[in-house]
């Protein structure tokens, strides 16, 4: 699945809210709505968004969600890979409640 089929966008952190932006440039995170339950719910309605921070962009490790951190690499959603950041893990997984969705975001693909 491409990133681009997910509605992705970009983010920028502002302390307890966030607000977004339109290229990678201004970026520090990206939203996108979580594969395993677009394809569960064939499409985007009452499927929820994951919201992957990046620390190296300025984001504190207090920032919710967590405790996950990626560096964003790329130009834009077509060729966007998150990578680990040091010490972290390179994979996406969803914690708590929900559907536990565990993957990965390499050049604009979603496995």
């Not at 990578?83 to 993957?103: D, F, I, N, Q």
């Amino acid at each position: 699945m491409r990133l681009t089929d997910l509605e992705p966008q970009f983010l920028r952190y502002e302390g307890r809210i966030f607000s977004y932006v339109d290229t990678i440039a201004d970026a520090q995170g990206v939203r996108f709505l979580c594969p395993k339950c677009f394809v569960e719910n064939k499409g985007e309605i009452g499927t929820h968004s994951v919201i992957c921070w990046s620390s190296s962009r300025g984001v504190p490790d207090e920032a919710s969600p967590g405790p996950g951190r990626w560096r964003l690499v790329g130009t834009g959603y077509e060729d966007l890979s998150l990578m680990e950041e040091p010490g972290k893990s390179r994979s996406v997984l969803l914690t708590g409640p929900g559907c536990a969705w565990h993957g990965f975001v390499t050049n604009g693909d979603v496995t």
